[in-house]
């Protein structure tokens, strides 16, 4: 009897795939303008892609057609994950479209704790980001929270005060580097992750808040912020306070820290005041003017720039540093290019590099871009919320939830060359995708008949493929990758900390392979994804690395 219920049981849900997909599939030939996208072929009737995302959500978008938009049925939200280059190229850039205030509440609010009162503030300010507000809008100009928040991250990460954050971030390095207590003698090191965390998120935070938040007020802020962090994906699917206490806990210290750390800079002297943080950090304090908005809301908001500022950037140094130290001939390439970029000013102990020649280096470049198409697992949104959205003849009503997901971009065949001149698949890291040679117009990366460069990087032949090494000098290219690589998004809301992310990866990278000797224990070990990150950005390790560590000879 039990076996005659599952038989009809599997045979319905059989039945009820066939018949979503070949829904799915007659819609994508029809030509009619305006259709709404098709929902994805599910297997349970109840439960939608819910068990499909929740058990692997990395197979089950890329068991996703990739060249249409499909509309999810996922837990709490029936998104529409738009596909296809094209459609992802126009739902970029008819990002002014779409209303970033839903997004900023749900972030503020869910994920960053910030009062519902103050997290309401970004809905009620129809007016846009831009400085005009939109027609038709009346909303006072200290209550236009979307526009004020987005000039103060614009100024900060890509205006003026840039140069200043580059400048205090190399300086705060060089001095850690420097004086980190390893000497001539391997050290043994528990993980790289661990390590890296350690390290470089007090230098992150003390760029933004200056020295006092995890030096003075709270001691424990970073190694808390990680735990914060690993608790990031069950508060973003809402699990309730009430199960998951010890994550909202940490959370609530966190905001404590950071609004202790307010009220002491404002009650620091003037001649002190370069202690309490970047420019941009004081200016976010002139939201207080909004209405609904408090100390509360203003840590809760600094808490998500912190959390923007470190997360994905230290992750993708560790899969970067990770790919470096166990491939020797690129670890050969990277010292070479780190070498050349030392300024000729540099004193002997402390190796200080020219910036321009060192981001543009190829093998650095190409290194960051693999490690980033590879890595990087993240949702983009958007939310059209007043007028329905074209896209390449599909019509995504207002009021949906649009994601496109830089996975599908990454890991899609028909998008990158893999297949001729010895190029290597997508689910392999291979940084001479990005390169080309000099005079050669046939790009590594793109889907071609000719290539550029056949290096072969797999941990077994690294060792000896020097000998494979290219004659020409490679150059790293990221033409016509617009929509295709993706890990900052794209259009007017791409991310704003692109230029700092880079800088901090490279300049670290820099210094620990031109100062440092680094042994992972086993090169070999592929290191395990932790796919409950799954959509949120870099991915992070699910388990550690050891390595060894020893200073070289100056
Ligand atoms: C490898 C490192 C990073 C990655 C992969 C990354 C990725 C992203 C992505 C995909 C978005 C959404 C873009 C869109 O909607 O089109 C974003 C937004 C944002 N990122 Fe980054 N990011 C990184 C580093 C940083 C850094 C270092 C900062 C600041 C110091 C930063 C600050 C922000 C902010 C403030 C936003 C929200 C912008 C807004 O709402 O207008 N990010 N980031």
Not at 182 to 207: A, C, N
Not at 341 to 367: M, N
Request: aromatic share 10%; with cysteine; net charge positive.
């Amino acid at each position: 009897m039990l076996y005659l219920v599952l038989a009809t049981l599997s045979s319905l849900c059989f039945l009820h795939y066939i018949i979503t997909w070949c829904k799915a599939k007659r819609l994508q030939h029809t030509v009619e303008a305006g259709k709404v996208p098709p929902w994805a072929s599910e297997g349970l009737p109840l439960v939608g892609n819910s068990v499909a995302f929740l058990r692997d959500p990395f197979a089950f978008v890329l068991s996703l057609s990739s060249k249409h938009p499909v509309r999810l049925r996922l837990p709490g939200a029936n998104p529409i994950l738009v596909q296809g280059l094209d459609n992802v190229r126009t739902l970029f850039r008819l990002s002014a479209w779409s209303n970033p205030a839903h997004a900023q509440q749900f972030i503020a609010s869910r994920l960053f704790g910030m009062p519902p009162v103050a997290s309401a503030s970004f809905v009620r300010d129809n007016s846009g980001i831009a400085a005009k507000p939109k027609p038709g809008t009346n909303v006072e100009s200290r209550n236009r929270i979307c526009h004020r928040d987005h000039e103060i991250i614009r100024s900060m990460f890509q205006g003026p005060e840039l140069s200043d954050l580059i400048d205090r971030f190399s300086g705060l390095l060089y001095e850690k580097m420097h004086h980190l207590p390893i000497g001539s003698q391997w050290v043994e090191m528990p993980d790289l992750f661990e390590f890296l965390v350690t390290q470089i998120t007090p230098l992150s935070i003390e760029l933004l808040c200056g020295p006092s938040l995890t030096k003075v007020i709270d001691p424990d802020f970073v190694r808390d912020f990680w735990r914060f962090d690993s608790w990031v994906p069950t508060i973003a699917k809402k699990a309730p306070r009430w199960i998951f206490p010890q994550g909202y806990r940490i959370r609530d210290k966190l905001i404590a820290s950071i609004k202790r750390w307010r009220m002491s800079s404002c009650m620091v002297r003037d001649d002190e005041k370069n202690m309490t943080g970047c420019k941009g950090m004081k200016d976010k304090l002139n939201l207080l003017d909004v209405d609904g908005w408090d100390m509360d809301a203003i840590a809760a908001s600094d808490l998500g720039l912190i959390w923007a500022a470190n997360s994905n950037t230290i992750s993708c140094l560790y899969w970067m540093t990770y790919e470096i130290f166990r491939r020797p001939s690129l670890l050969a390439h990277i010292q070479r290019e780190c070498s050349e970029s030392i300024s000729k000013r540099s004193e002997q102990l402390t190796p200080k590099f020219e910036l321009t020649t060192l981001l543009s280096q190829p093998y650095l470049q190409s290194s960051f871009a693999e490690t980033l198409r590879y890595r990087c697992h993240i949702f983009i949104t958007r939310y059209p919320d007043s007028d329905d959205m074209y896209v390449n003849g599909w019509r995504l009503p207002a009021g949906s939830l649009l994601m496109a997901c830089s996975t599908v971009q990454h890991m899609e065949e028909s998008l990158w060359n893999t297949k001729t001149y010895g190029k290597q698949p997508l689910n392999i890291f291979w940084p001479e995708r990005f390169l080309t040679l000099v005079n050669d117009h046939n790009y590594g990366y793109r889907h071609r008949k000719e290539s550029a460069i056949s290096l072969s990087y797999d941990v077994e032949s690294s060792r000896s493929d020097q000998s494979s090494a290219p004659k020409q000098q490679p150059k790293f290219t990221s033409k016509g990758l617009e929509g295709v690589w993706v890990p900052f998004g794209g259009g007017s809301q791409m991310c704003p900390g692109q230029r700092l992310a880079k800088v901090q990866v490279f300049l670290t990278t820099a210094l620990i392979t031109t100062l440092f000797e680094v042994e992972p224990s086993d090169p070999r070990k592929e290191i395990p994804v932790n796919w409950a990150h799954f959509g949120t950005g870099v991915a992070k390790p699910a388990a550690p690395l050891p390595f060894r560590i020893r200073r070289r000879p100056a």
